[in-house]
């Protein structure tokens, strides 16, 4: 007989626990109601005791356990809350740290704070504050800051954080070029606010030169002191996205969704599916942004997606769950819907 | 976040009705609550079914779901939608018993012989029967919180914030244990076959 499974993927998984699904018999119903009654006619005094029990045992082993974790990392933690698999670094105000990760070269200029961590197989290098240029030559990198999460691939790149301020150049010169503008500013002690002093011009690449024609607007400082957070959060969504493949676009997008950034999430997306329309990836791409929608409960922009997606004949592992979107889409505008797989 | 079930009741309560019977169920209105018990059970059992396979005891735990939910109402603040209410502590019940089914000795059955199409012919149900005892073999091998996560991933098509609600973790560990589950589907997969 050749009766022999299909390989085992998620697909196959899927289908073989659809299939295990079967409706309640009234027979089994009718009986767990009649437990449920007799269980919650009488007051469980009982359980309340024992998860007291529970409860007071529970905090004295977590006190313990805490006690002899604290004891245990004190002389190996650097810093308090750090996982015992990562390593935080925290540089002082002026300071400059080299710090080698792994093959990477970290150049930390401070103040900085940063926390480099291995998480299920990814590398992901956690900035709360501080300047740094990064010699990448390793498996890409994850930069999660407080207010974004980008996927690095690229050889060399700086970024600095400032509060909710993310700012990140890809490439030798325009990593320099960050790094020198923010560590030039920072580095000195603070300035008095009035009246400034005469200082001697800083240390700064060459002003951009004036077109030939001597009519046009003043020549742009490279050093602009006066950084708003939405200039420098406008250069963080594009400057690291340029130059990105499609695939690239992609895992920037499902990180960017993944931290919760919908939007910078949706952008991508789109710029996924406007490279490549007949691709794949931009039916998975497709997928993603109606599921967006309909969990911001945009249902009609949730429905033409998913529409779009099945009308231009995606691959089965894209058309099955974007037939479950679709259902559920029109569920929730009070429709009915069969499951093509779960049944009726 | 509704959660797409088997069945779609023709006489389910709209959302209106729903709430209403929760007001009334608080209060102790043990109507409401079999009203409740009635819209939901289905829904529930279901769930049940996916997260913790076609085992005998899905009637016990469907029962300690509605127990803890009974314990649970002076807590429902509105905020989600009841079914979501429900579907957390099915979760929650879920990876509880998955985690005591890893500490002591399996003794009960999943009927993966009863979900073949009894109508296909044989050598069909036969790849039906093995392709399901592989996938719950699979899961099986699972820890409870990676299985839960690719399950809702993967089967119920949730969304990583969807699942990290349901589970009552972080988007970015629901996202780890989708990802887990997966690398494990990987690594099992040609074992799961040489097995059989």
């Not at chain 1, 994850?142 to 993310?166: C, E, K, L, N």
């Not at chain 2, 993967?154 to 244990?177: C, K, N, Q, W």
Request: aromatic letters at 4%; glycine letters at 4%.
């Amino acid at each position: 007989m050749s009766a022999a499974p299909n390989a085992l993927n998620a697909e196959s998984v899927r289908h073989a626990v659809d299939a295990t699904v079967s409706p309640l018999s009234d027979i089994a119903r009718a009986g767990a109601w009649q437990r449920i009654e007799q269980a919650i006619a009488v007051p469980p005094p009982r359980v309340l005791r024992t998860h007291a029990r529970t409860a007071v045992f529970g905090l004295a082993a977590a006190a313990a356990l805490a006690a002899v974790v604290v004891i245990s990392l004190r002389a190996t933690t650097p810093s308090p809350g750090v996982p015992a698999h990562a390593t935080a670094l925290a540089v002082d105000a002026g300071a400059h740290l080299t710090h080698r990760w792994d093959s990477d070269l970290l150049d930390i200029h401070g103040p900085a704070d940063l926390r480099l961590e291995h998480l299920l197989g990814a590398r992901v290098l956690h900035v709360s504050a501080g300047t740094l240029r990064v010699h990448h030559t390793g498996t890409p990198l994850v930069v999660s800051t407080p207010s974004s999460t980008t996927w690095v691939t690229g050889p060399v790149f700086a970024i600095r954080v400032h509060g909710q301020t993310t700012e990140i150049a890809s490439g030798e010169q325009a990593a320099k070029e960050l790094i020198e503008r923010n560590i030039v500013t920072l580095a000195p002690p603070p300035l008095p606010v009035t009246p400034p002093p005469v200082i001697p011009p800083p240390v700064i690449p060459p002003p951009v030169i004036p077109p030939p024609d001597s009519s046009s607007p003043a020549p742009r400082s490279p050093t602009p002191e006066t950084d708003t957070d939405t200039d420098t959060e406008a250069e963080s969504e594009t400057v690291p996205d340029s130059g990105l493949s499609p695939a690239a676009r992609y895992a920037l997008a499902e990180s960017a969704m993944s931290a919760g950034a919908t939007a910078r999430a949706e952008a991508l997306l789109a710029e996924v599916i406007t490279a490549d329309p007949d691709s794949r990836l931009a039916a998975a791409a497709t997928l993603d942004l109606a599921r967006l929608a309909f969990s911001r409960n945009d249902l009609p922009r949730a429905r033409r997606l998913s529409d779009e997606l099945l009308a231009s004949n995606p691959d089965p592992n894209l058309r099955a769950p974007a037939q479950r979107l679709r259902c559920r889409i029109q569920r929730a505008q009070g429709e009915r819907c069969v499951d093509p797989v779960s049944g009726p | 976040m509704p959660i797409a079930t088997a069945r779609v009741s023709p006489t389910a309560p709209s959302a209106a009705e729903l709430e209403a019977l929760i007001a009334r169920a608080v209060t102790g209105d043990g109507q409401a609550f079999a009203a409740l018990y009635r819209a939901h059970a289905d829904g529930v059992h279901a769930l049940l079914t996916r997260l913790v396979g076609p085992r005998s005891e899905r009637e016990d735990l469907l029962q300690d779901v509605f127990v803890r939910f009974h314990r649970a109402l002076p807590t429902y603040r509105g905020e989600a939608a009841v079914s979501t209410f429900l579907h957390r502590i099915t979760v929650r019940v879920a990876i509880d018993h998955l985690r005591a089914r890893r500490r002591r000795p399996d003794t009960s059955s999943a009927f993966a012989e009863d979900v073949a199409d009894l109508a296909a012919p044989a050598d069909q149900r036969l790849v039906q029967r093995a392709e399901v005892e592989q996938a719950l073999a699979f899961l099986d091998r699972l820890e409870a919180k990676p299985r839960i996560a690719f399950i809702l991933r993967e089967v119920l098509d949730l969304s990583y914030p969807e699942i990290a609600h349901l589970m009552g973790s972080f988007t970015t560990t629901a996202r780890m244990r989708v990802a887990a589950a997966h690398r494990a589907l990987a690594q099992l997969a040609p074992d799961l076959r040489r097995s059989r």
